[in-house]
């Protein structure tokens, strides 16, 4: 990763290290460790920390871990025999200051700022998690439906441009995330 060259940004645990498809971003404020995979074109903003050191976190392609962000897991124990990986797919767009823990995130998803949401919890495809919810252990998101709250209630179905605005979203931090790629590799020239 040719714009990021913070050697302890981006670091191996126990011998597994990130690993990005093309045209991944990761800012050289944020911090990717261990059993991490990124998918193509997907960006990892300012102080965002994505921690994977005792269970897998996966990413998919075109989704934006937006500033300030937590991503971890839940490792394997007796109190979890599996423990819980983080598994989030493709075109999501994951606000600023949101906390995702072992939990699984489907495609095409707006996660609101400040959300959070906890081990073992499931979002279909399509949701929409408005700002500031808090989403309990286990519990599962429907697919084209808005969730919001502490702890969160299906509020209504989606809108057709809120469906719409998956992609779009998707798309636009694509585009934003190569022009600060190409500023950072101007810098370092
Ligand atoms: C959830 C959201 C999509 C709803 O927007 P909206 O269409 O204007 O909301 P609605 O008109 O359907 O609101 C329905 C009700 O939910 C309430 N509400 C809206 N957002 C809420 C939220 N995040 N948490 C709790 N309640 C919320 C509204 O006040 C309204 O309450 P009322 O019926 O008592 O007046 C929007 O408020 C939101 O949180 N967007 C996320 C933005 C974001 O974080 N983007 C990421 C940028 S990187």
Known sequence: MKHNQNPLSIRSHKGVRPQFG????????????????????????????????MHRIRIGERTSIQDGSVLHITHASD??????????????????????HGCTVGNRILIGIGSTILDGAVVEDEVVVGAGTL???????????????????????????????????????????????????????
């Open 22 to 53: 093309a045209k991944v971003y990761v800012d050289p404020t944020a911090i990717v460790i261990g059993d991490v995979q990124i998918g193509e074109n997907s960006s990892v903003w300012p102080y965002a920390i994505i921690r994977g050191d």
């Open 79 to 100: 109190f979890n025999p599996a423990g819980h990986p983080l598994i989030i797919g493709d075109d999501v767009t994951i606000g600023h200051s949101v906390n995702l």
């Open 135 to 189: 989403v309990p252990p286990g519990k599962r998101l429907e697919s084209g439906f808005l969730y919001v709250g502490s702890p969160c209630k299906q509020a209504r179905p989606l809108k057709d441009s809120e469906r719409a605005f998956f992609k779009y979203s998707a798309t636009n931090y694509v585009k934003l995330k190569d022009t600060h790629i190409a500023e950072l590799e101007a810098l370092q020239k």
